[in-house]
């Protein structure tokens, strides 16, 4: 991409908040590599990364869904917090920032603007994440989907970030990969923008979600404009 095609600070929003996992973060293989250590405890053999990625914007229980199809729902609910243990192990182990995202953040920044994390994930699971990706210091602030009474779609997390970095939801965008994003963005007021290069179920196109701006990469947000409030 040219310098001249990349967007000027002046139409860069004051805050932009961001889904984690799909749409920050690749962590599928951490993930994918939890199930099987469970699998593996189980006497069950592999399964490969494809069959979980789908779900892993719904949440643990949806990834042990279809992570271990061999279960009954109540024997995998007995299956989440051996998983989560797993998963803490092995977070940082693979993955990493799509491609793309870390030029994005860097843009955000040389912009005077601020950056945060919006996501249903637990929050202790979501501040390792971070950690591990070595961005404590610049993330702005983080909500989680224990963090508060009520988590996405509901607009509560989005509005409550923006009320803490001091910004005016308005004055925000939120990009995320799944359609409670979008909800929860528009809800509260703020420009929302969908990615496709998340987790979201091949036959679920985010062009129907309802976002001001759907995007293939990371790199279209670095387009003028893109990242401009609504």
Same mark, same amino acid.
Request: negative net charge.
């Given at each position: ?92 182990? #693979?993955?990493? /920032?799509? $491609?793309?995202? *870390?030029?994005?953040? =860097? ?6 603007? %601020? @950056? !945060? ?58 990009? #995320?990969?799944? /359609?409670? $994003?979008?909800? *929860?963005?528009?809800? =509260? ?6 990615? %496709? @290069? !998340? ?32």
């Amino acid at each position: 991409m040219s310098q001249a095609a990349v967007a000027p600070a002046s139409q860069i929003a004051p805050l932009v908040l961001f889904d984690l996992d799909g749409t920050l973060a690749d962590s599928a293989i951490d993930l994918a590599a939890a199930v099987n250590d469970v699998r593996a405890g189980l006497e069950l053999a592999a399964v490969p990364v494809e069959q979980v990625r789908t779900a892993i914007s719904a949440g643990a229980l949806a990834i042990l869904t279809l992570g271990l199809p061999e279960l009954s729902e109540v024997e995998r609910r007995a299956q989440v917090e051996p998983f989560l243990a797993h998963y803490i192990e092995r977070i940082g182990h #693979g993955g990493g /920032l799509f $491609d793309g995202i *870390a030029e994005l953040l =860097a843009l955000i920044e040389d912009a005077g603007s %601020r @950056w !945060g994390v919006v996501t249903n994930k637990r929050e202790d699971l979501a501040r390792r994440v971070i950690d591990r990706l070595g961005l404590r210091e610049r993330c702005a602030v983080l909500i989680g989907g224990d963090t508060l009474a009520r988590c996405k779609p509901d607009p509560l997390p989005v509005l409550t970030a923006c009320e803490r970095v001091g910004v005016e939801p308005q004055h925000s965008v939120f990009i #995320g990969d799944d /359609l409670r $994003d979008v909800l *929860a963005g528009r809800a =509260a007021g703020c420009r929302t923008i969908a990615v %496709r @290069w !998340g987790f979201h179920p091949a036959d679920d196109d985010p062009a129907r979600w309802g976002a001001d701006l759907v995007v293939d990469a990371p790199e279209a947000l670095l387009r003028a404009g893109a990242l401009a409030p609504a």
